[in-house]
């Protein structure tokens, strides 16, 4: 078990580029989210995968953000137009299955700064 | 929807003391319940869950926490504080009948004091 792994670890841009960040989680796990944690709050739920589905993206942030999870693995979250109120932390977890009762395990976070 | 109370976002203790973190819920249905801790520059690594059976629910590093229905609580307990234990501390529910996202509270700031 190799545990959630994000990549990049730290993102700089500028206002107006696009960024793409990956997720690879755990091996066989059937669930995949991604959350948005900003200074002194808690993760903000954006959406998540069954698989390749994509089940709820109705919390996405705006049109701008986007995620992919093409053969039911690993995950992309894209960010168009970047703004500076886009800079947070982005986190992503994954869970075996369906079942409320199911630990989420998180990444280490992919810390994004606008300028 | 969904809420969860944290109160204290920071919590000092000196070592060697209690830590008690507070965390309340809103759900007419009581959901599944999590903490979480993160360490600087980290992602969220589980502490301990409830979901059914004992209310009483013991963690990783000595912590512990205790559903109670009646105050919609789920408040974590450590007996005592170690310099290590400093972190932010999240609670989350599970709401039963969606078994989709979880909510986060806030979080809790614990210092912990020589």
């Known amino acids: 078990d190799t545990g959630v792994s994000q990549d990049p670890r730290h993102k700089i841009t500028k206002r107006g580029q696009n960024v793409t960040f990956r997720c690879d989680p755990i091996?066989?796990?059937?669930?995949l989210y991604w959350y948005r944690q900003t200074l002194g709050q808690g993760p903000e739920f954006l959406t998540y995968f069954q698989n390749e589905a994509q089940l709820e993206k109705s919390r996405l942030l705006s049109d701008r953000f986007s995620a992919e999870r093409p053969k039911g693995s690993f995950s992309t979250l894209e960010i168009q137009r970047t703004e500076q109120g886009d800079s947070a932390m982005y986190l992503c977890a994954s869970r075996p299955g369906t079942t409320p009762q199911e630990t989420q395990y998180f990444g280490p976070g992919t810390r994004l700064l606008v300028l | 929807a969904q809420s969860v109370t944290q109160l204290g976002s920071h919590v000092s203790v000196s070592e060697g003391a209690l830590v008690l973190l507070r965390c309340n819920y809103s759900s007419s249905v009581p959901p599944y319940l999590f903490w979480y801790v993160q360490y600087p520059n980290q992602g969220l690594q589980l502490l301990l869950k409830y979901t059914t059976g004992a209310t009483l629910v013991k963690g990783i590093n000595g912590f512990e926490a205790e559903f109670k229905k009646s105050e919609t609580s789920f408040h974590l307990t450590k007996p005592s504080a170690h310099m290590s234990d400093a972190a932010e501390y999240f609670c989350a529910v599970s709401p039963l009948n969606t078994g989709n996202q979880f909510y986060f509270g806030t979080g809790t700031s614990l210092t912990v004091i020589p």
């Open positions: 091996s066989e796990h059937n669930r």
